[in-house]
């Protein structure tokens, strides 16, 4: 089980860095925190893997107010997702031509959704930018979906101002990989381990109610110690 995990989170993240790079090729428009990351990468000089790992990394100092606590998943994704970024653009083209364009931005959704699946489903714990958002959330009251909003709001606006790309594949994103994802998970979702004290004896209907009963698709702790 936990070689599954392990590989599923390692190329996972590796297929969402070179998804940061098909949609850099394609040209059409970047996710939110992507288009805060080309304009940082475009006013600093700094390759784009670059600034990724290190927003991830200023992004954890803001999880010490909120009280949330990086798992092992956590800092692979600070890491690997800017590595593999940069490796990506090093071998993917620019596509000058519409068709190509479109084409290499549909792959890039697909892929992106693939490896989220595949990083949540390994249950090591969430990213920098999605732990900022559910910390944000617990703390504060507000729904995940205000969090989320305020946040991406926020970035986008700053990266936009500093020169990164907006456009036709930043709706699409915003349109496409919840649902993708959603999608995709449970064939991703590793079962999360019970501990031998609760298993069922032999013709027991259930397990016992507890926080085992709810548990994170990210895989950080329970849904019950969130509360």
Known sequence: MLTRRLLQLFVGLAMYGISLAMFIRAGLGLDPWDVFHQGVAGRTGLSIGVVVIIVSFLVLLLWIPLRQWPGFGTLCNAVL????????????????????????????????????????????????????????????????????????????????????????????????????????????????????ALVPEPGASELPAGPLAAVDPAGAEPLARKA
């Open 81 to 196: 997702v800017g590595v593999f970024a940069d490796v990506g653009l090093a071998l993917i083209p620019t596509f000058s031509h519409l068709g190509g364009q479109i084409g290499l931005l549909a792959g890039a959704v697909l892929l992106n959704g693939i490896a989220s699946a595949c990083y949540i489903g390994a249950r090591f714990g969430p990213g920098a930018r999605d732990g900022l958002m559910t910390g944000l959330a617990r703390r504060t009251g507000w729904s995940v979906r205000v969090s989320r909003t305020l946040i991406e709001v926020v970035v986008l606006a700053v990266g936009w101002l500093l020169g990164g790309s907006v456009g036709v594949g930043t709706v699409v994103y915003a349109l496409a990989i919840g649902p993708l994802v959603q999608l995709l998970l449970p064939w991703f979702m590793v079962p999360a381990a019970i501990p031998p």
